[in-house]
């Protein structure tokens, strides 16, 4: 086990705070600063496409993972983030005002459903969040004189005071910087005043509010902020489709959202990263053993989606800590390597036999 | 330190009546008990004061404020602070965080500068860590400190929650069982702490308990209750005595 030396409290609120940190963020960063040198243009791009779906699952992780209010309708979020971005810079705003802008729009819509749908949680939420991305498919295909309809948009060329972001190094750089920026700011707005009122929220609605949580006012502003961050990622998202239609922000896509929450572990950042490379790679993965397979033995079409529900299950059922919950088991095995016990993670259920009974 | 004075409350959920014209004072820096027989309404009256329901008539004033029709998120700011006979910790967040977030109705710096780390919000995790600190002394919780709520023994949760309304830094402190399911040490711990906190704090502290020995111990006057009504009140000893007290206790026991 390592201890941290501290002698402050200012020590304890440092971002990074064992040495050993420094090392593996630090090494992680090289490695994803020179992987353009290394990766195929192909790989690239879908690394690239992984830090937006990390961005995404950074948003949803915040309400879900941390605030406890389910959405089925990120996906949307994510679409309005889309269209008003392509939007913006379709009418002349400079892509360093649009992608922001877009994120503000977004956050605007999140505080349009999460102040309407306060009293709801849980399923009724999520059925709610539903019908409001079912609503946003519909008007993105309908209202043809601003989005095009079913034939969509096409999103111009992002480029920053003149130099060009389209490339594939450019565009993976550009939305690494961003995923790391989203990434820093989540963690400092997570664990301060507000960070703690969601988890509050999350835990017990009653306790917060007699410890003075307002509400509404956090719900709604965990909307808000989760939708500007999901919003922000659609205009990447839209850039890196180059060509937006409403199908590619429904029910599927929030699905993927969640699945990316939850396998990767609700409640840690780290979880909505390693969930989003999870399901930004099979994909890949499908592909793969679709090549290896004899022809005909992998059915062409729902496999996706099957397999989602299997995996949701599944880690329901065995882990559910998710990805980042696996993580620091293996961190902690080899930490404490060869005292590591088997129920290290194991929560004391017992007094809470007993209390049933009181 | 504030005083909390309740006038002529009364609450009823469907057919229950739960409180039935209730009226109480309690003074600056006392201990007040609110005993009982189950079901006479004590927790009611703690909901009712942190304004989780509204009540049907009646007025409560905390110091010299009305708070009757506070919203339940303002009641922290009064300087009310309270646990839950049932627990109701953010069990999913370490020990220190739940202390932290006790100290909400104190928070200081805006959204912007939590986001960008700035100086006055880096100045306010701080002061709210110290703060934090001093109550994990206090309660000797120092090996807890940044462990998972929800993995903690049941004596210890009970115990965190008392630290969690301590670090509100309360005026008036409401106890909901807090000895309910401890052993006799814990127990023992427990009588010690109350009086502690009254004495070097001067919080006033509005204890409900169905243990009489921790009653006793630490109360300077006790409330009973018996369905929804006030039934007596006095001094421990004195209520100890009273027949109609015995007679309640016994008729709720058959
Ligand atoms: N939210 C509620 N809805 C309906 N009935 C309620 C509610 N809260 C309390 N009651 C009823 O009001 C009465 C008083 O309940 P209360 O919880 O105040 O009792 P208590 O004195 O705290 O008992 P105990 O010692 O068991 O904790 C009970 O009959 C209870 O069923
Ligand atoms: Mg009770």
Redesign the interface.
């Known amino acids: 086990m390592r201890f941290p030396f501290i002698t402050e409290?200012?020590d304890?609120?440092r971002l990074l705070r064992y040495r050993s940190d420094w090392w593996s963020y630090g090494a992680l960063l090289a490695v994803l600063l020179v992987l353009p040198a290394v990766l195929g243009r192909f790989y690239l791009g879908e690394v690239a496409f992984i830090f937006v779906l990390a961005i995404a699952a950074v948003g949803l992780m915040t309400l879900t993972g941390f605030t406890g209010l389910v959405s089925l309708g990120h996906g949307a979020f994510l679409g309005v983030g889309a269209y008003a971005h392509a939007l913006l810079m379709a009418n002349g705003v400079p892509f360093v005002v649009a992608l922001p802008a877009a994120g503000v729009a977004t956050a605007a819509i999140g505080v349009a459903v999460g102040f309407p749908t306060l009293r709801l949680s849980g399923l009724y939420l999520a059925i709610a969040t539903l019908a409001f991305s079912v609503i946003v498919e519909h008007v993105l295909g309908h209202w043809r004189s601003l989005t095009g309809g079913f034939l969509g948009l096409t999103v111009q060329r992002p480029d920053l005071f003149g130099w060009s972001l389209a490339g594939r190094t450019e565009f993976y750089y550009l939305c690494l910087a961003v995923l790391a920026g989203v990434v820093l700011?989540a963690r400092?707005?997570l664990r301060?005043?507000?960070?703690?009122?969601f988890?509050?929220l999350?835990?017990?609605e009653?306790?917060?509010?007699?410890?003075?949580?307002?509400?509404a006012w956090y719900k709604t502003?965990a909307f808000a902020v989760s939708a500007g961050v999901t919003g922000i990622a659609g205009g990447l998202y839209a850039h890196k489709l180059g060509h937006i239609t409403p199908e590619a922000f429904g029910l599927f896509t929030s699905l993927e959202l969640v699945l990316m929450v939850v396998v990767g572990g609700l409640?840690s950042l780290r979880g909505a990263v390693l969930g989003a490379i999870f399901v930004g790679a099979l994909p890949q993965v499908i592909a793969f053993f679709r090549d290896v397979l004899p022809k005909g033995f992998l059915p062409t079409t729902g496999l996706e989606l099957t397999l989602y529900g299997g995996i949701l299950v599944l880690f329901l059922l065995f882990e559910p800590d998710g990805l980042n919950g696996r993580w620091l088991k293996i961190k902690a095995l080899f930490q404490t390597f060869p005292l590591y016990r088997r129920r290290t993670f194991q929560?004391?259920k017992t007094?809470m036999r007993?209390?049933r009974y009181? | 330190m504030i005083g909390l004075a309740v006038r002529g409350l009364s609450v009823s959920f469907g057919g229950v009546r739960a409180l039935r014209d209730v009226s109480f004072a309690v003074a600056p820096g006392e201990i007040l008990s609110i005993v009982g027989p189950n079901g006479a309404g004590k927790t009611t009256v703690f909901n009712l004061v942190s304004r989780l329901f509204d009540a049907d008539a009646g007025t409560i004033t905390a110091g010299d404020r009305d708070i009757t029709y506070l919203a339940r998120h303002e009641i922290a700011a009064v300087g009310i602070a309270r646990t839950f006979q049932n627990l109701e910790l953010f069990d999913h967040a370490s020990v220190l965080d739940n202390l932290l977030l006790a100290r909400h109705a104190h928070r200081q710096s805006t959204v912007v500068a939590q986001i960008l780390r700035l100086p006055s919000a880096m100045r306010a995790e701080v002061e709210h860590r110290l703060r934090a600190e001093q109550v994990i002394e206090r309660f000797e919780l120092e090996r807890f400190r940044s462990a998972t709520v929800a993995n903690l023994p049941y004596g210890a949760r009970k115990l965190v929650e008392f630290a969690r309304a301590l670090c509100l830094e309360p005026k008036l402190l409401l106890l909901d069982e807090p000895a309910a399911g401890l052993n006799p040490e814990e127990r023992a711990d427990l009588a010690f702490r109350i009086a502690d906190v009254r004495d070097e704090l001067g919080t006033t502290i509005v204890l409900v308990e169905h243990d009489m020995g921790l009653v006793g111990e630490v109360s300077d006057r006790v409330l009973v209750l018996n369905d929804g009504q006030l039934l007596a009140e006095g001094t421990p000893d004195v209520i100890r005595r009273d027949p109609a007290v015995i007679a309640a206790y016994l008729g709720a026991a058959t």
């Open positions: 409290y200012r304890d609120l700011a400092n707005l301060s005043e507000t960070g703690r009122a988890i509050a999350r835990d017990s009653t306790a917060a509010a007699a410890f003075g949580v307002n509400v502003l409640g929560r004391t007094y007993s209390e009181r």
